[in-house]
C-alpha cells in the first residue's frame, strides 16, 4: 500500500521580487515612495514592508540566472502590474505625483474609470508598471488589508 501524498500547503503572496537595473537607484526611488527597508544586513538585495507584502529589489541579471532565464531587455507592456489601493479618490493623483517626484513615469493620470472607481499608472525607474486605484467597492479592513466583497455567482 502507497503512502498518500500530503496536501501541498496553500498558494500565498508573501514577497514580490523586482529585477533592477541599478539596484541603489531602486533603493533610493522605494524609499522615498514611503516604504520602510528592512534587513539592511543583506547585501545585494534590498527588502521593503509593503502592506502585507514585501516588496524584494534584486539585480535584474541575477534574478534572471536564478530563474535559469536569459535575461531579456524589458517590454514597454509585460503582461503585469503591480498595485496599491488607496482610500480616497484624491489620493490616486498624489501617489502618481509622489512617483514622478521619485524618479518613475507618470503612464496614465488619476481619472474616473468604466468600473466606478478613480485609476491612473505610473512606471518605476526601471519600468516596472504600478496601477494605483480608489475602487468604492473593495474596503479596507481594520489591519489595512483590502477586502473584495464575496458575491453570489449569478
Known amino acids: ?13 508573501h514577497l514580490v521580487t523586482l529585477g533592477v537595473g541599478d539596484l541603489g537607484r531602486a533603493i533610493a526611488f522605494y524609499t522615498a515612495m ?3 527597508r ?6 545585494g538585495v534590498a527588502f521593503f514592508l509593503a502592506g502585507h507584502v514585501v516588496l524584494s529589489l534584486y539585480p535584474r541579471d541575477r ?4 530563474a535559469m532565464l536569459a ?3 524589458p517590454q514597454p507592456f509585460c503582461g503585469q502590474t503591480l498595485a496599491c489601493n488607496v482610500a480616497q479618490e484624491d489620493e490616486v493623483a498624489l501617489v502618481i505625483a509622489r512617483a514622478v517626484a521619485a524618479g518613475g513615469t507618470r503612464v496614465k493620470p488619476a481619472q474616473k474609470v468604466f468600473w466606478g472607481g478613480t485609476s491612473g499608472y505610473f512606471a518605476d525607474p526601471d519600468g516596472h508598471l504600478w496601477e494605483v ?3 468604492p467597492f473593495f474596503p479596507f479592513d481594520a489591519e489595512g488589508r483590502l477586502t473584495v466583497p ?5
Request: charged share 25%.
Open 34 to 36: 514611503g516604504l520602510e
Open 150 to 154: 464575496q458575491r453570489a455567482a449569478s
Open 1 to 13: 500500500m502507497e503512502t498518500p501524498t500530503p496536501p501541498a500547503p496553500a498558494l500565498r503572496l
Open 71 to 73: 535575461d531579456t531587455p
Open 63 to 66: 534574478l534572471a540566472d536564478d
Open 38 to 43: 528592512r534587513d539592511l544586513d543583506t547585501q
Open 133 to 135: 486605484a480608489h475602487n
